[in-house]
């Protein structure tokens, strides 16, 4: 049948176990590159709103870190979907896009400054650095 899973329930709950969803290795290359540029931050802030990746306190800013399938962004990665399942995954990535956006809404709301990240905007370190140094400054 068609799009049907190929896993099993228990093979595909193991399959979406396995998938980080803290330390994965975008958010380390942004915080190495947020620590490299001389700021200091802290990680997972639950006292915020959508516990930010990275929050610099003292400035009141927040970095969150997205990948581009999970949160639907508008680049190729992104922009992906699914064939097996597909009305479930519309459905979860439309989900994930309204709870961050209350998510800034509710920080702005706090005073606080929030800058996303996306997975695809790694590949030129220059760039991101000198949008993270802007952001931050």
Request: with cysteine; glycine share 6%.
């Amino acid at each position: 049948m068609p799009g049907a899973d190929p896993f099993s329930p228990a093979e595909r709950s193991a399959v979406m176990r396995a998938v980080k969803s803290r330390d994965t290795r975008p958010e380390r290359i942004v915080r190495s590159l947020v620590h490299r540029l001389g700021y200091r931050y802290s990680l997972r802030r639950d006292d915020l709103p959508g516990r930010p990746d990275i929050a610099c306190v003292s400035r009141r800013k927040a970095i969150f870190i997205h990948g581009c399938f999970w949160h639907g962004h508008t680049c190729k990665r992104g922009a992906r979907a699914p064939r097996a399942n597909a009305a479930y995954w519309s459905a979860k990535i439309a989900r994930n896009v309204a709870r961050d956006a209350r998510t800034l809404a509710a920080l702005g709301s706090l005073g606080w400054s929030a800058l996303v990240v996306w997975e695809c905007e790694l590949k030129d370190d220059r760039a991101l650095a000198a949008r993270i140094r802007g952001f931050l400054s």
